[in-house]
Structure formats: C-alpha cells, structure tokens
T-cell receptor, first 115, second 110 residues
C-alpha cells in the first residue's frame, strides 16, 4: 500500500493568487496523477506523469500546471486562482506495472476554495 | 455511452443484508478491475482488485468478474451502517490511468 501525502488539506484563498498544491509519495511509484472532483460528482483526470520529467494533460481541460522533477514529488500549480477552481484535488500514484495490474492509491486530497 | 457504467443509486439495504453493486464496461480488452470506496468528503480507498473471471473474496467483500458479459460486481455481506459510502468501479483499459465509473451510493439502514 502506498503512503501518499497532500498539503495543504484545506485552502481558502482569494481570486488572482498563485497557489501550489503539494503531493508526495514514499513508495517510489513511477506514475502519478492529479484528479479534480466536485462534491458528489465524478473523478476527472487533469494531469498525469509516467516518471521524472514526464507530464501530460488528462481528460479534463485544466488551467493548472504540474512538474515532476523528483520521483516522489508531483506538485500542481494554479498561476491565478479563480472561483471556478473551487473543488477537491486528489493526487494518486501507482507502480506503473505492465500488464494491467497497476493499482492506483490516493492521497487524502486538498479541498480548495477560491473566494 | 460511458466507458464504465454504474447505477448512481442510492442503493438502500437494511443492516445485515447483502448489498450488490454492479458495473459494466465497454472495452473488451480491459485487463484489470478495481473497486474503491469513497466516504463523503474523503478520497477513494481501494477495497479490492480482480483480474480473472470468477469470484474473489476478501472478508465480507466478494468481487465477481464476467469478461464475456463485460460485467463486474461487488457483493458486501452482512452490510453495516459504516459501509454507507459511494463505491467506484475502475477499469484498466491499457491507457494512461484507470477509467472510473461515476459511482453508486450505498445506504445501509440501521
């Protein structure tokens, strides 16, 4: 089972501020993911990474950006927060195994509110 | 049509009963299947995975897979109020990430 951490857990911020949501995992997983989820709604993949220096956009268009300079760290940045960015952001990781047995483990999430 | 379909519920069962959660998927070459539980306001947590046709049991949980029918289910025996949550079906279709269903909300009535 993965140990995956997200900070902050809750963030309330004003419009126009730059924010970075942190995600770290200690299991050496190659693949990491960011999902966005509104209350009671589906998970939407917004970014993913296969490894260091590899990042791709997901299924849902997002104004956020990500970086993967170290295996264990996958931060998400919003350059200028807007009320439409209010949501829960979930980070996940997996070993990146071939053959389909690639279980994803989730961090506790960051609940972002932009006023 | 969504690639992973679940009935949104709520599915309401009395305490002690068997809860049956169902999921269908569109891609025949899907390789592995996962059930996650998500409590309100929390992140998804893995319950179990299944890769081969048939049943897989883990405590009160049984996952059932039928690849010919493109169907996977989760049975929860002796349902408890603490089982009340949204259950997400996820399928690995050989892509960049798991494909998640929209979830079924389960309510266990005391």
């Amino acid at each position: 089972e993965a140990d995956i951490y997200q900070t902050p857990r809750y963030l309330v911020i004003g419009t126009g501020k730059k924010i970075t949501l942190e995600c770290s995992q200690t299991m050496g997983h190659d693949k990491m993911y960011w999902y966005q989820q509104d209350p009671g709604m589906e998970l939407h993949l917004i970014h993913y990474s296969y490894g260091v220096n590899s990042t791709e956009k997901g299924d849902l268009s997002s104004e956020s950006t990500v970086s993967r300079i170290r295996t264990e760290h996958f931060p998400l940045t919003l350059e200028s927060a807007r009320p439409s960015h209010t949501s829960q952001y979930l980070c996940a990781s997996s070993e990146g195994l071939a053959g389909g047995s690639d279980t994803q483990y989730f961090g506790p999430g960051t609940r972002l509110t932009v006023l | 049509q969504k690639e992973v379909e679940q009935n949104s519920g709520p599915l309401s069962v009395p305490e002690g009963a068997i809860a049956s959660l169902n999921c269908t998927y569109s891609d025949r070459v899907s390789q592995s299947f996962f059930w996650y539980r998500q409590y309100s306001g929390k992140s998804p947590e893995l319950i179990m995975s299944i890769y081969s046709n048939g049943d897989k049991e883990d405590g009160r949980f049984t996952a059932q897979l039928n690849k010919a029918s493109q169907y996977v289910s989760l049975l929860i025996r002796d349902s408890q109020p603490s089982d009340s949550a949204t259950y997400l079906c996820a399928v690995y279709m050989g892509r960049r990430a798991l494909t998640f269903g929209s979830g079924t909300r389960l309510q266990v009535q005391p």
